[in-house]
């Protein structure tokens, strides 16, 4: 496989899995740390006990109070195993350091490293081709040439997802994988050990029997794993038992239906069903809440996903996203909890008034309301951001009367100007000369014109006028 250098080398992806590149958000429903690592790289999983919504960004865990000790959040590593020196190579042939590379990849985060290749002083160093031996077929690696002669480099290695290498291969993709890097019409190559980072590390800090989960199970990143025959989330449920408390435990109410019709009374405690889709939950003591039964936005699709298998090979090359609450809010008990600057019963409803602004920095021109994104205008007035008017008089015919009487005491509204011309900030110069683009207007008392200009800005309008009139 060649790849030349200083040019972009990018693997076709099969359709197994979600790629990065598609809008992801963390699961809030996963239960494992695992699942959280891989439902996308700015997924962080919180280990600390009894902790409600583990599996969230960086700054969600931060915001929701969990301990920077209790994040969970691999990045991957670039380990150099081999880097032997040595002498300047003879003609014809070509030194690499380092010799080996032992590479941790998180999926969707890169890692990189340098390339030194050393080739003979008296020999030619034309731009090199890469040749690579097989790749996982989830891995893409880049290179960039950055210095010619005794060249250096630049590694790049991303993984996609953690599925397995080929449809028929009994190894997992994470790995040992291995890569052997190759400048072409050379025997000396690199060998990159690849490891892919899809279980968590926290796994080994098993804490067995733990008070956590009822003395029933062991406390694993945060989350308990019961023994048979305890469920719960806290191992507190004794499947197996045939003692079964009085179930009105299991009911809201008198007429109540059991466990809200959603699980099954076990033992007094409601035992949620699970759903076919396994991102959709119910939860609560009486399985009264869920995290699906929430309003879809006019962009409704389902999400559909096939983690152990599709029974039809088509639909394993096709991926739904799941979109709910407008896709800018997460679903709890029935009702969207909107993201920042999002708000409505189903979270279609933006607060960012950027697409509201109009030419003068006046939301909606001063003259409507910024609604959900929209200006919504005050007639006549009309446009994206209420700025067209075509039956509004312009800027000259609006002001003339208020310029005349302000600026010469003359006019219409000489009598009551403080009342209802009092809003102009009035600048008199020496003559129109001095007035970009000016209104002439005439008096209607005495038939004489007169010159002015009109602007606004946040202190108000601003008006600039010719201090003599022009009579006829």
């Given at each position: 496989m060649a790849i030349k250098v200083g040019c972009l080398f990018l693997l076709l992806l099969p359709l197994l899995s979600l790629s990065w590149a598609d809008e992801i958000t963390c699961l809030k429903t996963v239960s494992s740390c695992s699942q959280c690592m891989l439902s996308g790289p700015q997924c962080v999983w919180c280990t600390a006990p009894n902790f409600k919504r583990r599996c969230n960004t960086l700054s969600g865990l931060q915001k929701a109070g969990c301990?920077?000790?209790?994040?969970?959040?691999?990045?991957?590593?670039?380990?150099?195993?081999?880097?032997?020196?040595?002498?300047?190579?003879?003609?014809?042939?070509l030194f690499l350091q380092p010799q080996q590379v032992t590479l941790h990849l998180r999926p969707g985060v890169s890692q990189s490293f340098p390339l030194y290749i050393t080739v003979a002083r008296n020999q030619r160093t034309p731009q090199l081709n890469m040749d690579t031996s097989l790749m996982p077929a989830e891995v893409n690696i880049t290179f960039s040439n950055i210095r010619h002669g005794n060249m250096i480099v630049e590694v790049n290695v991303e993984a996609s997802n953690c599925h397995k290498t080929s449809d028929n291969s009994t190894q997992d993709s994470t790995g040992p994988s291995f890569v052997h890097i190759?400048?072409?019409?050379?025997?000396?190559?690199?060998?990159?050990?690849?490891?892919?980072?899809?279980e968590c590390d926290c796994k080994g800090n098993r804490e067995e029997n733990s008070p956590s989960c009822d003395g029933h199970g062991d406390l694993v990143c945060g989350s308990c794993e019961c023994y048979q025959p305890y469920s719960g989330q806290h191992c507190q449920i004794n499947v197996g038992s045939n003692f079964n408390r009085d179930d009105k435990t299991c009911r809201q109410g008198p007429n109540a239906p059991l466990c809200s019709n959603r699980g099954t009374c076990v033992d007094g405690e409601c035992l949620c069903h699970s759903q076919e889709n396994p991102n959709e939950r119910y939860r609560g003591m009486f399985c009264e809440c869920s995290n699906f039964d929430c309003p879809f936005h006019n962009n409704r699709y389902y999400t559909t996903i096939c983690p152990y298998g599709c029974k039809s090979e088509s639909l394993n090359?096709?991926?739904?996203?799941?979109?709910?609450?407008?896709?800018?809010?997460?679903?709890?008990?029935?009702?969207?909890?909107?993201?920042?600057?999002?708000?409505?019963?189903?979270?279609?409803?933006?607060?960012?008034?950027?697409?509201?602004?109009?030419?003068?920095?006046?939301?909606?021109?001063?003259?409507?309301?910024?609604?959900?994104?929209?200006?919504?205008?005050?007639?006549?007035?009309?446009?994206?951001?209420?700025?067209?008017?075509?039956?509004?008089?312009?800027?000259?015919?609006?002001?003339?009367?208020?310029?005349?009487?302000?600026?010469?005491?003359?006019?219409?509204?000489k009598d009551r100007c403080q009342d209802e011309c009092n809003y102009l900030i009035v600048t008199k110069v020496g003559s129109k000369t001095y007035i970009d683009a000016p209104c002439k207007m005439k008096s209607r008392e005495d038939s004489c014109y007169f010159y002015f200009s009109i602007s606004q800005d946040r202190e108000g309008i601003h008006c600039t006028a010719a201090a003599m009139k022009e009579c006829p």
């Amino acid at each position: 496989m060649a790849i030349k250098v200083g040019c972009l080398f990018l693997l076709l992806l099969p359709l197994l899995s979600l790629s990065w590149a598609d809008e992801i958000t963390c699961l809030k429903t996963v239960s494992s740390c695992s699942q959280c690592m891989l439902s996308g790289p700015q997924c962080v999983w919180c280990t600390a006990p009894n902790f409600k919504r583990r599996c969230n960004t960086l700054s969600g865990l931060q915001k929701a109070g969990c301990d920077a000790s209790h994040m969970y959040n691999p990045q991957g590593s670039v380990h150099v195993t081999r880097n032997d020196s040595s002498n300047e190579p003879t003609t014809g042939t070509l030194f690499l350091q380092p010799q080996q590379v032992t590479l941790h990849l998180r999926p969707g985060v890169s890692q990189s490293f340098p390339l030194y290749i050393t080739v003979a002083r008296n020999q030619r160093t034309p731009q090199l081709n890469m040749d690579t031996s097989l790749m996982p077929a989830e891995v893409n690696i880049t290179f960039s040439n950055i210095r010619h002669g005794n060249m250096i480099v630049e590694v790049n290695v991303e993984a996609s997802n953690c599925h397995k290498t080929s449809d028929n291969s009994t190894q997992d993709s994470t790995g040992p994988s291995f890569v052997h890097i190759t400048p072409r019409g050379f025997l000396q190559s690199l060998k990159l050990e690849i490891i892919l980072d899809c279980e968590c590390d926290c796994k080994g800090n098993r804490e067995e029997n733990s008070p956590s989960c009822d003395g029933h199970g062991d406390l694993v990143c945060g989350s308990c794993e019961c023994y048979q025959p305890y469920s719960g989330q806290h191992c507190q449920i004794n499947v197996g038992s045939n003692f079964n408390r009085d179930d009105k435990t299991c009911r809201q109410g008198p007429n109540a239906p059991l466990c809200s019709n959603r699980g099954t009374c076990v033992d007094g405690e409601c035992l949620c069903h699970s759903q076919e889709n396994p991102n959709e939950r119910y939860r609560g003591m009486f399985c009264e809440c869920s995290n699906f039964d929430c309003p879809f936005h006019n962009n409704r699709y389902y999400t559909t996903i096939c983690p152990y298998g599709c029974k039809s090979e088509s639909l394993n090359t096709f991926h739904f996203l799941f979109r709910i609450c407008g896709g800018h809010g997460s679903c709890e008990c029935g009702q969207c909890i909107c993201d920042n600057d999002w708000t409505g019963e189903d979270c279609s409803c933006t607060l960012d008034t950027t697409s509201c602004m109009a030419s003068n920095q006046q939301l909606c021109n001063n003259q409507g309301l910024c609604q959900c994104g929209s200006c919504r205008c005050d007639p006549p007035y009309a446009g994206p951001t209420c700025e067209s008017c075509p039956t509004c008089l312009g800027p000259c015919q609006t002001h003339a009367e208020c310029v005349d009487c302000r600026v010469f005491g003359t006019g219409p509204k000489k009598d009551r100007c403080q009342d209802e011309c009092n809003y102009l900030i009035v600048t008199k110069v020496g003559s129109k000369t001095y007035i970009d683009a000016p209104c002439k207007m005439k008096s209607r008392e005495d038939s004489c014109y007169f010159y002015f200009s009109i602007s606004q800005d946040r202190e108000g309008i601003h008006c600039t006028a010719a201090a003599m009139k022009e009579c006829p």
